[in-house]
């Protein structure tokens, strides 16, 4: 059985290709970049819902989940008289 640092080794080399080996590590060339990309990811996300409330950071979503390559979420969404409370996410303090 290949030991952890021989499976860390694989999946650096597949790192080093160009593959994603870590889940939310896109665009790292290493294993560690990987690691650390997909770490930053999780905590910029959760410190921001933090600062928000869940309210806010469900606006957040809600906005950019309707924005297009033609125009932003919030252009979009007053077109289309979806209702985007911008007050909701004031950050707290």
């Not at 650390?36 to 957040?60: D, N, P, S």
Request: charged share 40%; proline share 3%.
């Amino acid at each position: 059985m290949a030991s952890e640092q021989e499976k860390r080794g694989e999946l650096d080399a597949k790192a080093r290709q160009g593959k994603t080996v870590v889940p939310g590590g896109t665009g790292g060339k290493s294993l560690d970049a990987q690691e650390r990309l997909a770490e930053g990811r999780q905590k910029g996300g959760e410190t921001r819902r933090e600062q928000m409330g869940r309210e806010g950071y469900q606006e957040i979503g809600k906005k950019g989940g309707l924005s297009t390559t033609d125009k932003p979420g919030g252009e979009r969404a007053a077109e289309e008289g979806i209702p985007i409370d911008e007050s909701k996410y004031k950050t707290k303090k």
